[in-house]
């Protein structure tokens, strides 16, 4: 989460015209956030029974309808406060856009056991909260940047892609933030992309680029050749691949590749099939024998020689 929200952060703070807050670095809370919460937390908690009791009051009268779509864990009294905090920090202080960084497991797996679930999601505030529209506007930019060579969740009610949701504070719970306010689940933590140190720092990097490219296409403020951009390509391969090589940057960069090719994952696969695993499996293999034959590289074998290599520099300088 630090790692991610520092790279997005510096990304974004480039822009004049963004006034950005990092709320928590490897230093802990930002120190103006951290005094606020201090100082103002009999105000928060007037604030969080205020905005409960508005809740229950225009649910007991039908004016809002009460949708749970996913259970979640209840967030610790502490961390309650302070993410609720937030939200009247923000709401002082006129935020427009408030992101939330997570990375994902789901209840009952043990430690070591293999996840069997993957991908992303984000969320965002349900339909008939005040911040919904804009929130969904901004995190749908994301979404579609994201969606580029990481895959949606394939968690049931995850799997839209967007998903709505009136519990989580982040979002403003009880209607507790004026601004767009969007969770990225950014994947779940065992997935290879995280728990491969080899590649999870260049992973980190372009998921920060891709929400950074996501916050700028809102805003309009792209730049010309930003449709493929990635931290993944260019790169420069120096080794034969092949299948059953374990997990390495070329490998993840070279399954990137591909994918901008429009040939990874191999038809009949999905994203949670084959994704940027950064392990040389069947599904690479498979992924490079249809670059081969495209380009017309012989023989097609699936085998990443010096000719592949070639191509793959041409394609991606």
């Known amino acids: 989460n630090l790692a991610l929200g520092e790279q997005l952060y510096a990304l974004l703070k480039k822009e004049s015209f963004l006034d950005v807050t990092l709320s928590q670095t490897a230093q802990g809370y930002d120190p103006v956030l951290l005094s606020y919460f201090a100082d103002n937390r009999d105000d928060i908690l007037a604030f969080v029974a205020k905005q409960k009791g508005l809740m229950e009051k225009y649910i007991s009268t039908g004016d809002i309808e009460r949708v749970v779509n996913i259970e979640h864990n209840a967030a610790p009294t502490e961390a309650a406060i302070r993410l609720y905090g937030i ?4 709401n002082e202080h006129g935020i427009d856009i408030v992101i ?17 679930y993957s991908g992303f999601a984000v969320y965002v505030p349900e339909r008939q909260y005040s911040n919904a529209k804009g929130s969904k506007s901004v995190a749908r930019s994301i979404e579609k940047r994201l969606a580029m060579l990481y895959p949606q969740s394939n968690l049931p009610k995850e799997s839209t892609g967007l998903v709505e949701d009136q519990e989580l504070i982040a979002l403003g719970s009880n209607n507790t933030l004026d601004g767009a306010g969007m969770l990225i689940e950014y994947g779940y933590i065992y997935e290879p992309a995280f ?10 990097k372009d998921l920060a680029l891709q929400t950074y490219l996501g916050v700028m296409d809102f805003f309009g403020a792209g730049e010309d050749g930003d ?8 790169y420069t391969w120096k080794r034969n691949l092949e299948e059953g090589m374990e997990a390495k940057r070329d490998i993840v960069s070279l399954q990137a590749a591909l994918a901008l090719a429009g040939v990874y994952p191999p038809q009949g696969k999905s994203k949670n099939d084959c994704g940027l695993t950064g392990f040389f499996g069947p599904c690479t293999k498979q992924s490079v024998q249809i670059f081969q034959q495209k380009y017309g590289i012989v023989p097609a074998e699936g085998f990443v020689g010096e000719k592949t290599r070639q191509k793959l520099h041409e394609l991606y300088p």
């Open 100 to 116: 939330h960084i997570h990375f994902n497991d789901y209840p009952g797996r043990s430690k070591n056991a293999r996840g069997k």
């Open 227 to 234: 449709e493929q951009k990635t931290r993944l390509v260019p």
């Open 195 to 204: 728990s491969e140190q080899d590649i999870r720092d260049v992973v980190l």
């Open 87 to 90: 939200n009247q920090w923000a």
